[in-house]
């Protein structure tokens, strides 16, 4: 048994809240509004302090601002409250996604761009609602007990890191593989017909490494050596984000890395704060390094872009850091596209979300290979390329779950849709809080990745997907952990009388 600890702490908001409305309001003053969208930079900045309000506020209720809460609520202040501030501000404005507001008919259009701030609030409020009320940070009396069994973590561990190697092998090794590919940031590269089950079975390697890193730091060496700990916590994470550096996706790099932090601050605290300092530090370079590496100066070489076109350095610099800073993952200009499609297609009713659960029925298929499938559904991202530029295989421009759930269900699904999702992360923080074994800690804490990585920005079925096709390896171990509970369990006082009897 792991004994784990809680401690009750005030946190001060105060002065965060204020360098945060004095850091807007210069940001403002400095950039400018968009001359094309008069008073929407404004708009823009008051919904960015009100979102950052409502985190601070829940950032009190829980007693820390390092918490699954926060988390929750800041991956969406990232992806909609900034990516808003951030393309509705700058005088000399240069374009950052794919389907732009800029780039709107200003006399039949403009008006989407108030509509989508009105949308992102809407949103914000029933995410923040489907959390509340936030859970309070109190003291547990006594020590929490987590049933631990290192020798099944370790077997776990081995076997899925094995597996995991040999996936990203099979990847790479077979026609037009190669370890160019694997060092290339590509997110739209193609993928030979049958390579498909490799995908999801190399990224089974993230989960060897958790399970193997979760077995040391529950074992004596671990608790005896923090600085050995930190550093293998340290170079696991790196191979982890090594492995799928090939994907060119952020989102993946995260998703790996989420659940281990998660585990690390409930098991190892006194480990935690230098650990995530170090992770956080790399993931913002992996974040920059993949967000200028896509943009279009830094592909057609930037010092040349630069001289060509006759931009100053400084413009150039700003134009990169607004890149970084939206992820040019921000979904707020996508919304507009969700009002277009509306219009020319009608709202979906559910269908694609359906879709993901198509996919999902068809992973088992997938990984073995065989073509025994039901038919799956148009995904909105293939209906967003087919809008865009005339051609449904174009599917890898991704308006974002706010934007799918009005193109399914209009303004009722936008608000309903992040109210359930607030509910699913209210619960899963809730499991995280009573888990007391291993599995379930590491079940409920991936889910909770998924909720922030993939649910919020991107699309609200994948989580169904991820679950069952990356998430495997967990899903197996908390069936055999949870198998050997119930085996040595003792049986009810009558029933152990009968069997005595017989």
């Known amino acids: 048994m792991?004994?784990?600890?809680?401690?009750?702490q005030e946190f001060p908001w105060r002065r965060p809240f204020a360098a945060i409305v004095v850091l807007i309001t210069i940001t403002l003053f400095v950039r400018g509004e968009r001359v094309d969208a008069p008073g929407a930079g404004l708009l823009a900045a008051i919904l960015l302090v009100i979102s950052a309000a409502i985190l601070l506020h829940t950032a009190v209720k829980t007693g820390s601002f390092m918490n699954?809460?926060?988390?929750?609520?800041?991956?969406f202040l990232l992806t909609y409250p900034l990516s808003a501030f951030v393309h509705l501000t700058g005088k000399d404005y240069v374009s950052l996604g794919f389907y732009e507001i800029a780039a709107l008919d200003a006399h039949t259009q403009l008006h989407h761009?108030?509509?989508s701030l009105a949308l992102v609030l809407l949103a914000q409020l029933a995410l923040w609602l489907g959390l509340s009320p936030a859970r309070t940070a109190a003291i547990v009396k006594g020590p929490k007990l987590i049933r631990v069994r290192s020798a099944l973590l370790i077997l776990a561990g081995v076997v899925f890191t094995f597996v995991g190697f040999a996936g990203t092998y099979m990847l790479f090794s077979g026609p037009g593989g190669s370890l160019q590919d694997l060092v290339t940031v590509d997110r739209a590269r193609q993928l030979d017909a049958g390579t498909a089950r490799f995908v999801f079975i190399s990224e089974w390697l993230s989960w060897g490494i958790i399970f193997l890193l979760t077995a040391f730091l529950v074992s004596r060496t671990s608790r005896n050596h923090p600085k050995v700990t930190l550093a293998a916590l340290v170079g696991g994470s790196v191979c982890m984000l090594f492995n799928l550096l090939w994907t060119g996706g952020r989102a993946e790099n995260l998703l790996a890395i989420l659940p281990l932090i998660f585990v690390v601050k409930k098991i190892a605290p006194r480990n935690f704060r230098p650990f995530a300092s170090v992770i956080v530090i790399g993931i913002m370079g992996i974040i920059a390094f993949e967000t200028i590496a896509r943009t279009t100066t830094l592909q057609d070489s930037g010092i040349d872009f630069l001289a060509q076109s006759g931009i100053s350095t400084g413009q150039f610099v700003a134009n990169q850091l607004a890149a970084v800073f939206d992820w040019q993952m921000g979904r707020y200009p996508t919304i507009s596209l969700a009002f277009d499609m509306v219009n020319r297609y009608g709202h979906a009713l559910g269908l694609t979300l359906l879709q993901g659960l198509t996919i999902t029925i068809n992973a088992p298929a997938t990984l073995l290979h065989i073509p025994l499938k039901v038919p799956e559904l148009e995904p909105f991202s293939a209906l967003a390329g087919q809008y865009i530029y005339n051609d449904s295989s174009i599917n890898f421009v991704v308006p974002?779950?706010?934007?799918?759930?009005?193109?399914?269900?209009?303004?009722?699904?936008?608000?309903g849709g992040f109210f359930v999702i607030g509910?699913?992360?209210?619960?899963?923080?809730?499991?995280?809080?009573?888990?007391?074994?291993?599995?379930?800690?590491?079940?409920?804490s991936y889910v909770l990745a998924m909720l922030c990585i993939s649910t919020i920005?991107?699309?609200t079925t994948i989580i169904l997907y991820n679950l069952a096709t990356i998430g495997f390896p967990i899903l197996a171990f908390c069936v055999i952990e949870q198998s050997l509970i119930h085996a040595k369990k003792p049986l009810p006082q009558s029933a152990a009388r009968m069997a005595v009897i017989s």
């Open 2 to 8: 792991l004994k784990e600890e809680q401690k009750t």
């Open 68 to 75: 699954s809460s926060t988390l929750v609520l800041g991956t």
């Open 113 to 115: 761009v108030y509509l």
């Open 400 to 415: 974002g779950t706010l934007a799918e759930l009005y193109f399914n269900f209009g303004v009722l699904g936008v608000f």
């Open 423 to 444: 509910r699913v992360a209210k619960y899963c923080i809730a499991v995280t809080h009573s888990a007391s074994d291993m599995g379930t800690l590491l079940l409920s």
């Open 457 to 459: 920005p991107m699309t």
